[in-house]
């Protein structure tokens, strides 16, 4: 894949002195660590541990594999620069296989493939991008002249870790649709029996990925699941939770129409077709991209593409079921049940207040007749 590249580099300094690691200042790399550590709630120290083993080459094998995809999840990974995720993320691993970034081709490649998995046989981790094919024995993807189902149950077995990046990869994407004429599968599905993480979203977020990655390589540890294998500290909540339109949606203001005044004063677009209710993903929280943007912050509704019974399955225009339409319990009620008091009740609490104020005259009458010694 190239020269490996050292860090920091002492021949090359910022301006302030700083050392650079190919033209990224150590700041900047400390920073995506960082990031990556706070995603999974690993404390600071883990970031730098991170970086110095990448120093020293000590940086986890990744083989990753291609399969029915439109490669726009290793898409967004390399064209995010804010900072430059793209070089720091190929250089934090040791990237052995990838066909959209290898220079190598044919037999080369396939060589390549084969001597990663040799070398670093239980400990790589295996990358899976797209759906896989099943029908008809896979025979609608082939590479290298084995079909997509032959190549990830070899790569697979031999894996330390397993990540599926992207929809596709998790449950099958756009090419599971019905009728799904290949039979097209995620990686959990097909790898039945084994523990794979999923990282769902069209395309999925790449701070997740390197969050999942930081804690293997640190920790040889995988980050806790859900049911469906996502990590919980990026898909634990649904964006709706954490909307900056949430505000909008408990008092009531929605967008009814795309340009309507309500639209163009940030309304919730709930009412438009916003899927962020039973949507779980981090989207609100842990931006990315070139400018950090993201559907409902430029007015369109979440379309659920973390979601396998939401994307491509429920139109984009209708609504879903929404399981807290209210604020949450914490918030009091401004009308709360006021009772009734019965004549039965207020009897009883006169004789009770009755007998408090008896006892409390007896009681200060005693008090007055002690003799003066006793004060």
């Known amino acids: 894949m190239g020269k490996p590249r050292r860090f920091p580099n002492e021949s090359a300094r910022s301006r302030d002195g700083s050392c650079t690691w190919e033209g990224v200042e150590r700041r900047d790399f400390l920073k995506v660590c960082m990031m990556a550590a706070a995603s999974v709630g690993l404390p600071a120290w883990t970031a730098r541990v991170w970086a110095e083993n990448a120093a ?20 967004s990974l390399l064209r995010t620069s804010h900072p430059k995720v793209a070089e720091l993320i190929l250089d934090l691993v040791s990237l052995d296989y990838c066909e959209t970034l290898f220079a190598a081709a044919g037999y080369q490649a396939e060589e390549a493939l084969k001597d990663a998995m040799e070398k670093n046989a239980g400990k790589y981790i295996c990358v899976i991008e797209g759906g896989i094919p099943t029908k008809d024995n896979g025979v609608y993807c082939k590479i290298g002249g084995r079909t997509a189902l032959e190549i990830v149950h070899e790569v697979a077995d031999k894996a330390g870790a397993l990540i599926a990046i992207g929809s596709c990869a998790s449950w099958g994407g756009i090419q599971s649709a019905d009728p799904n004429p290949t039979g097209a599968k995620g990686a959990p599905e097909v790898l039945a029996g084994k523990t794979v993480v999923t990282i769902p979203g069209c395309p999925a977020n790449p701070y997740n990925f390197l969050g999942v990655a930081l804690q293997y390589a640190v920790f040889g540890t995988l980050p806790a699941l859900d049911d469906l294998g996502r ?11 954490d909307c900056p339109r949430r505000p909008h949606f408990d008092a009531g203001r929605f967008a009814q129409r795309f340009g ?11 009412k438009l077709g916003c899927k962020g209710p039973v949507t779980h993903a981090n989207c609100s929280i842990q931006r990315f991209g070139e400018v950090e943007a993201w559907p409902i912050g430029l007015g369109h509704p979440c379309v659920g593409c973390t979601e396998q019974k939401v994307l491509w399955r429920v139109p984009i225009h209708e609504t879903v079921e929404i399981s807290r339409p209210t604020p949450p319990d914490v918030y009091p009620d401004l009308k709360g049940h006021q009772g009734k008091v019965g004549p039965i009740a207020t009897g009883v609490a006169g004789l009770v207040g009755g007998a408090l104020i008896g006892a409390g005259l007896a009681g200060a009458k005693k008090v007055a007749a002690e003799p003066e010694k006793e004060k």
């Open 56 to 75: 020293k080459g000590l940086k986890p094998s990744v083989i990753w594999l291609h399969f029915q995809e439109c490669t726009g999840c290793t898409e």
């Open 260 to 270: 309507d005044e309500g639209h163009r004063l940030g309304y919730c677009l709930y």
């Open 231 to 241: 990590p919980k500290f990026a898909y634990g909540r649904v964006i709706h939770e």
